[in-house]
């Protein structure tokens, strides 16, 4: 009987907990909430004054008593009071106020290969934050559930999420990880390659904000037949006054090239170290590119060329993860052996 209240009145949350954005599937209705990760803190009263997207609209402009603290960095809690603070407030948003009754069940993606320590801190905060239950899938797992890859079939697939803080690049056969590795190169490390490129080679300083939307506008991995070119205002390192710059996508190209040459030689690392057979069904299937980075225009053309593998870019990819663990949540059971740990009993490898 308990089970049948719970199942009436208890909402199931699936969460990609993100460097950049968290987002937040909800059994029965799909993704709710989708917002930034990001916290805005009183250091008067150590209160969180916002979450989410009104805290990330506060970036650069609070006052001195007013800090903007992203409680993630490079796909794990850096701050775990933060990020349980974060994960109570979208738990809470997500449920309906009729359902408050009853604690969620919770699935949460992760990055590949972080630590034991790294993975118990994730289940604490969502444990402190409200969840009944919570159960932990690695991100390029939750991503391929997502798009629908045949994980289950004695078949090679392969999927790269670039996402803010981590990229995760994985072969899957057999609804297990064959080959992985994740790296600390993604949408957060370009953001700040064009900050470094504004200051070294303009000698003008700009912020986040100004450097994510330049990345959006202009940024590319191959030229394209139309240049393209931007006007962005920042500060004169020299006079310290404001000013005014024209920005092209040879520019961006360049400030990125380093990284996205290390996101290459990182798949091509993977690739070399995967078994024939499937390597094979690789080179016949491609690999698919999911999270906010396969957004970068012509990336999928410059993967393509330097590796030699059909490339394509999953529908929604920002939504992947989300909706993977969405899919988990429908049917915990025929997807028990992709998940890192089952909660109740968590004992860690």
Known sequence: MFNRLYRQFSNDIGIDLGTA???????????????????????????????GMEAKNMMGRTPSHIRIVRPLVEGVISDYEVTEEMLSYLINKANDADKKLFRPR?????????????????????????????????????????????????VGSMIIDIGGGTTDIAVIALSGIVRAKSLKIAGDRLTQDIISYMRDEFKMLIGEKTAEHIKI?????????????????????????????????????EAMYASISQLVDAIREVLETTPPEVLADIMQKGMMLAGGGALIRNLPQLLESQLKVPVTIVDDPLTAVARGTGIILENVNLYKDVLVENTDDISFR
Do not use: C, F, W
Request: aromatic content about 2%; proline content about 7%.
């Open 217 to 253: 506008t202009v940024g590319s991995a191959l030229p394209d037949e139309i240049p393209e070119e931007i006007s962005i205002k920042g500060r004169d390192l020299v006079t310290g006054l404001p000013r005014e710059a024209i920005i092209t996508d040879v520019d961006i190209r």
């Open 21 to 51: 954005n968290t987002l937040v599937y909800l059994r029965g209705r799909g993704i709710v909430i989708n917002e930034p990760s990001v916290v805005a803190l009183n250091t008067k009263t150590n209160r969180v004054v916002a979450v």
């Open 106 to 154: 919770v699935v949460i993606g992760i990055p590949v290969g972080i630590t034991n320590v790294e993975m118990r801190a994730v289940y604490d905060a969502a444990k402190s934050a409200g969840a009944r239950e919570v159960y932990i899938v690695e991100e390029p797992m939750a991503a391929a559930i997502g798009v629908q890859m045949p994980i289950h079939d004695p």
